[in-house]
């Protein structure tokens, strides 16, 4: 790695219309975001509050909010460089508004004659203590090359904006150049990926997809994946999308599915219990799974994303989907646990939560995920599938889970995974008995499933 500082920009067909309005709310977003706000909801919030925003700024304003989240750690080193450490910045509103400015430097090719109409005083946010005196040095004023560290784990968690203590933990685990792949795929914004509904319709839909001018391809990963090459996102407009025929949904989401599947047949007529629906994304797919022969029961402790897994049902019409309380466990083929956990696999999607976690979150996710198999445990009947799964990246919430569990509790034992995927897609997909799929290999974020089938 020769240099800390990024050596390409974002493209403009990625990046949206900077304006003053589209960077006003990116700010405020950002500033609510270091006030303990989720950055969805800090970007909503921003969004809503910002009336008349154009699509392409309403884009930029977005971008920009994962963006300042997502190169933090960078971000603040380039200030440091400058000769103006974030500590010494001394209102949160002054912060954002160095950050805004050095993301647009170093990650869009920005000068001062571009940025400075978008931040200039009297500026997006009050109160304020620097003048534009210092945000021309910071847009303009030669940046040298800072020190890099001894340490490769510490020289790409700097490079990638990580933490130490979880980049520390990953090269436990991955060699340098797997490690440093893992961290740049998880520090680019997320292509947009979807599932063909139903299963099996894929080449239809990427047709139907052609045909309304979209650029779309297959996704070889997952059996119905289609990824979205043009980045306007007219695919929402398209007819194929208003019909239903297509879910937004992670590659490794999708695997997830396909991990409930039985290793002969299909999941056609079964009954599946998704015990952590949230907002239903996988209660959706497995719903194509069982057919209208089958059953769903999509639980999950939050009544506001489970609100939303029943709307998104009720719009597909699909009926066959239940949500008891509490689930009935018992009558249950499949049941899914896909569990609470860090999600260190969708940093990409979700970057401000690397500056949340910790690694004693991670310890107390372990127990949460072990508690909650014990739990169901006993409430599956015999002859059950239970499939455990995360989108974290750390064995903590993953084998050890599995291990303690089977430790803990008799009568399961694990299913190998390959048989599932096959023996291509299992070569990139599985270790050992699961499924463990790491980006870059897998687009899309990182993923990890267990078969535990009771005996």
Not at 136 to 154: C, G, K, N, T, W
Not at 160 to 185: D, G, K, Q
Not at 430 to 453: E, Y
């Amino acid at each position: 790695m020769s240099t800390l500082w990024p050596t390409t920009f974002l493209d403009a067909e990625h990046l949206g219309r900077p304006s003053r309005r589209a960077a006003t709310a990116a700010i405020e977003a950002h500033l609510a975001i270091l006030k303990g706000d989720p950055l969805k909801l800090a970007l909503a919030n921003a969004l809503k509050e910002a009336e008349g925003l154009g699509g392409q700024e309403r884009r930029f304003t977005a971008l920009a909010v994962r963006e300042m989240s997502r190169h933090q750690r960078l971000l603040d080193l380039a200030s440091r460089t400058l000769g103006h450490p974030p500590g010494k910045i001394g209102l949160l509103e002054d912060l954002t508004l160095v950050r805004y400015v050095l993301w647009r430097r170093l990650f869009c090719g920005a000068a001062w004659a571009r940025i400075g109409p978008e931040v200039k005083l009297p500026g997006p946010v009050r109160p304020r203590t620097i003048k534009d005196d210092l945000l021309i040095q910071m847009a303009d004023a030669p940046l040298p090359e800072p020190s890099v560290p001894d340490s490769v784990p510490e020289r790409l968690a700097t490079r990638y904006s990580f933490p130490n203590w979880l980049v520390l933990r990953l090269a436990e685990l991955h060699p340098e150049p797997v490690l440093e792949a893992m961290l740049a795929a998880l520090d680019e914004d997320p292509t947009l990926h979807f599932r063909a509904r139903p299963s099996g319709t894929r080449d239809e839909v990427l047709a139907r997809l052609t045909e309304e001018g979209v650029l779309a391809e297959p996704v070889a990963m997952a059996l119905d994946a289609i990824r979205i090459a043009d980045a306007s996102h007219r695919v929402f407009e398209t007819r194929v999308m208003k019909e239903g025929r297509l879910q937004v949904q992670d590659v490794g989401s999708q695997l997830i599915v396909e991990a409930c599947r039985p290793l002969e047949g299909s999941l056609s007529g079964r009954t599946v219990a998704d015990v952590c629906a949230g907002a239903g994304g996988k209660t959706l797919a497995l719903a194509d799974e069982v057919g209208k022969g089958g059953r769903v029961l999509a639980g999950d402790r939050s009544r506001r994303r489970l609100a939303q897994a029943r709307e998104r049902a009720r719009e597909l019409s699909l009926r066959h989907v239940a949500f008891p309380h509490p689930l009935p466990l018992e009558q249950a083929d499949v049941v899914l646990v896909d569990a609470p956990c860090s999600g260190t696999g969708s940093l990409a999607r979700e970057p401000d939560q690397k500056w949340k976690l910790t690694a004693k979150a991670v310890e107390e996710f372990h127990t949460t995920q072990l508690g909650l198999l014990e739990e169901l445990a006993g409430q599956v009947k015999p002859g059950a599938l239970m499939v455990y799964a995360t989108c974290s990246l750390l064995p903590e919430e993953n084998d050890a889970v599995v291990r303690d569990f089977l430790a803990k509790v008799p009568g399961f034992t694990v299913e190998p995974l390959a048989a599932v995927f096959g023996a291509e897609r299992a070569a990139v997909l599985c270790d050992g008995p699961f499924l463990r799929a790491l980006p870059p290999r897998v687009p899309g974020g990182g993923f990890f499933a267990a078969r535990l089938r009771k005996g």
